[in-house]
């Protein structure tokens, strides 16, 4: 089984300021790594997916982050914010096997202030 | 192409009724995923089908169950609501099973159980 721990729920920050939003992440089996953003009353959307490869992934909208397998941790990061990324993002994973759904963490809701 | 559509977007219930939520996958599509969001618990896996038959299934009572159609439409039903059924339903849908492929959400169906 897979779990995902977002270990900040909620995160503010100014505007055009750097934000990294955390992820780490359990399996006792490979896994795929994905973010998702909801806007809200919104569904989900990609944002960016590590399923192999280069461990940094960049993503839509500048955001970008860094597969470290040692840590089983998959970072969100983006260097200048706007007021429109304010939004939850949610961090997941899905199995290589198995039952390959994604697994979400609870969210982190990102606040950018002006 | 159109994205994954949800109806009905909102649904007001009580208790004891029964209610049927409906997804229509992107063109091509043939996996269609259920998910509950709800504040508490977050995002939850409900149900996985493919190909009209049920792959996957989350942990959720029997109360819970869904289809999917010939044409990849799929539907999910909740039977004898309790007011702790109240949540986003959201629809994602994605080309195959493999856990690499992108599941694309639709907008929700947001069901208040009263």
């Known amino acids: 089984a897979q779990s995902v721990t977002q270990l900040d729920s909620q995160v503010p920050v100014f505007e055009e300021a750097p934000v990294e939003l955390r992820c780490n992440y359990s399996?006792?089996?490979?896994?795929?790594l994905f973010w998702y953003v909801q806007y809200p009353n919104q569904g989900l959307q990609l944002l960016l997916k590590?399923?192999?490869?280069?461990?940094l992934v960049k993503g839509i909208n500048g955001f970008e982050a860094e597969f470290n397998k040692s840590q089983t941790s998959f970072h969100l990061r983006k260097p200048s914010v706007h007021i429109s990324d304010t939004a939850e993002y949610f961090c997941a994973v899905s199995s290589l096997q198995g039952a390959q759904k994604l697994v979400f963490g609870q969210g982190t809701r990102l606040t950018i202030n002006p | 192409k159109a994205g994954v559509t949800q109806t009905p977007r909102y649904l007001i219930k009580t208790r004891g009724q029964q209610v049927t939520l409906s997804c229509s996958p992107i063109?091509?599509?043939?996996?269609v995923s259920w998910y509950q969001q709800t504040p508490g618990q977050g995002l939850q896996f409900l149900f996985e089908y493919f190909s009209e038959t049920q792959r996957n299934k989350g942990n959720f009572p029997g109360r819970f169950s869904g289809r999917q159609f010939s044409n990849s439409r799929s539907e999910m039903n909740v039977s004898t609501l309790e007011l702790g059924d109240s949540a986003l339903y959201l629809c994602?849908?994605?080309?195959?099973?493999?856990?690499?492929?992108?599941?694309?959400f639709g907008p929700g169906t947001r069901l208040t159980v009263l």
């Open positions: 399996s006792s089996v490979s896994v795929y």
């Open positions: 063109s091509g599509h043939r996996s």
């Open positions: 590590y399923l192999s490869g280069s461990t």
């Open positions: 994602a849908s994605r080309e195959g099973q493999g856990g690499y492929n992108e599941q694309f």
